[in-house]
């Protein structure tokens, strides 16, 4: 085998790597870790409460790396063009992140963005994401692309970790309908 041939092996394993889902460490089932941290909505500020947005519904908190990259400003965007579908069934969504807290205000409200829809948390140093065993395995300060659904008891129903940004909303959407449809509607009756 030839010095090139063996690169692009090895190009294509880091690919292929890079390219498969990572799995998220808090299982369905878990406790959601409680946390509050500062946040925008369309530019202004406030403390986003965890507790509190779990007393409308469920929540889903999603992570990111880092605002204004391209990964997360499509994932912000496919949240943002979702959003009436999860507010239908009373969910919360926010996004989470390490890197660029600093330009989080403008982020919130750009509608390439997410469009003054939703919410967006700092997370300085990455806490929360570790908490949440949500960070990036060789750049621990930052979140990695890593979404939870939390059922309004606390409880986490669903998580969904991938790099790739386009799969994240369907995921988690799909988890919050689950959780509006009553259980004997999905299991058929015992005899």
Do not use: W
Not at 111 to 118: L, N, Q, Y
């Amino acid at each position: 085998m030839t010095s090139s041939s063996k690169a692009a092996i090895v190009l294509l394993a880091a690919a292929l790597a890079l390219a498969a889902p990572a799995l998220a460490a808090l299982k369905p089932g878990t406790q959601a870790p409680e946390f509050s941290a500062p946040a925008y909505l369309a530019g202004e500020p406030f403390t986003f409460e965890l507790a509190q947005a779990l007393e409308a519904g469920p929540v889903v908190v999603y992570f990111f790396p880092a605002a204004h990259t391209p990964g997360c400003n499509l994932e912000a965007a496919l949240f943002s063009q979702a959003i009436d579908k999860f507010k239908a069934h009373h969910a919360t969504v926010i996004g989470v992140t390490a890197g660029n807290t600093d330009a989080l205000a403008d982020f919130s409200k750009e509608t390439e963005h997410c469009g003054g829809k939703f919410p967006v948390a700092a997370d300085e140093g990455a806490a929360i994401a570790a908490r949440y065993d949500a960070v990036l395995e060789r750049k621990p300060e930052l979140s990695s692309r890593t979404s939870y659904v939390i059922a309004p008891d606390g409880r986490i129903v669903h998580a969904y970790s991938d790099l790739n940004p386009n799969r994240h909303v369907a995921e988690t959407l799909a988890a919050v309908e689950a959780l509006a449809t009553p259980s004997q509607d999905r299991d058929p009756p015992s005899p």
